[in-house]
């Protein structure tokens, strides 16, 4: 399930991330469109230009006429200060303003206004060139860092990226998190109501067809008939049970009744449960544990773990029906028990492996595809893993790791001799 979530979570944040970038695309765009158009605007009066088109002719200054043009249909005024502060040329220099400047006027409107009146300057060689453009017309702003301080502007953006990204995965994470447990309570819900609905009149086909079997003046095809619907109908019935079963423990629905419990004695219950139900003796089974062995507990569900292994047990010899041998080794380290089930019979196909390392199931794996399963979701509910692959001399096998946990009996000390 944690698997699932963390797909549609990537999956999800992938979409909002293409989102993004699509939109970070557009208003890209979008922007570049608008720095086209303002660079682009024809009514921009560059300075340079015109300072540099500004000549001196006998005692007096010279604008030639298409530039002094260019400028008035701009709207725009220009003067030029001498090194005194004095203004020595100028073009329709707006009457409100003075004709000598101070460094400090000098200074502010060089950078701002003068007089409400955005201007440029430049440098010229007999003085400073003056530009002013109306009133209104441009807005003038300027920004300064230290040097110290560009080094940091990088790290500060890729940071930047870096937690957006994590709080897009994050939300993504929330959002199909909610959406797992939504419709993984409908699925729950919906296997619960019908297993609940079918419960009842498959009790009644169970007793119609019980009765029919055992009634008098049946032909024994009738009696064949009716001992068949028996079976199928415990069959049926059996597959509901693995279904809920299954559905409660995928989405932690199965409240464990844990307690310390011998893994032996579990391992030898199972396989005697299994060996009543197959008294022909086509499957034995061999089990020889470490005498050390039985000394340890498993913390789990014996209800669980037993249905676990008589999974495995019906597997291999629903698997191999011409019989074969099972053997079962048990295995403590770290506080954990490690359980292999193997057999020699005919083993999984390289696409039954192939579906089961990806958390599926083969089809008719198990008569009605749920055993196997049950076996995964057991392992994981007590904290270990279920990994099916085939045996170097033949046969499938299961390895149950890292169940538990565990711990070893201490031995009681021998009584003194008095």
Known sequence: MTRRIWKAAGGLAGFFAGLIAVLLAANLLLIGLAVARITSDGKRAHVAEYAAQLKRAAQSWELPGEASASLRSLGCWAMLLSSSGDVIWSQDLPAELPSHYTLSDVAAFSRWYLNDYPVKTWAHEDGLFVLGQPKGSLWKYRFETPVSQLGFWPYWAAGLILVNAALLFAAAALLARRFQKQRDEARAGWIAAVSHDVRTPLATVLGY????????????????????????????????????????????????????????????????????????????????????????????????????????????????????????????????????????????????????????????????GLGLRIVRSVAQAHGGRAAFSNAPEGGGQCHLTRLGPCKRLRAKPAPEQG
């Not at 005697?272 to 089974?285: G, Q, S, T, V, Y």
């Not at 569900?301 to 029906?321: C, F």
């Not at 292999?340 to 390289?350: I, N, Q």
């Open 209 to 368: 067809a019980s009765a029919l079997e055992g009634a008098d003046g049946l032909s024994s095809e009738q009696r064949h008939m009716a001992a068949a619907i028996c079976r199928k109908g415990v069959e049926l019935r059996g597959l509901i049970a693995d279904l809920n079963l299954t559905n409660r423990l995928e989405y932690a629905m199965q409240p464990l009744s844990r307690e310390w419990v011998s893994p032996a004695a579990l391992i030898r219950e199972a396989s005697a449960a299994f060996l009543n139900e197959a008294p022909d003796e086509r499957w034995p089974i061999r089990f020889s544990p470490d005498p050390a062995l039985e000394s340890v507990l498993l913390y789990g569900d014996r209800q669980l773990l037993v249905r676990m292994l008589a999974n495995l047990l019906r597997n291999s010899a629903r698997h191999n029906p011409e019989g074969c041998g099972i053997a079962i080794t048990l295995l403590e380290r770290a506080g954990r028990c490690d359980i292999l089930v193997s057999d020699a019979g005919r083993g999984f196909t390289p696409d039954q492996l192939n579906r089961l390392s990806q958390g599926d199931l083969p089809s008719g794996e198990d008569g009605h």
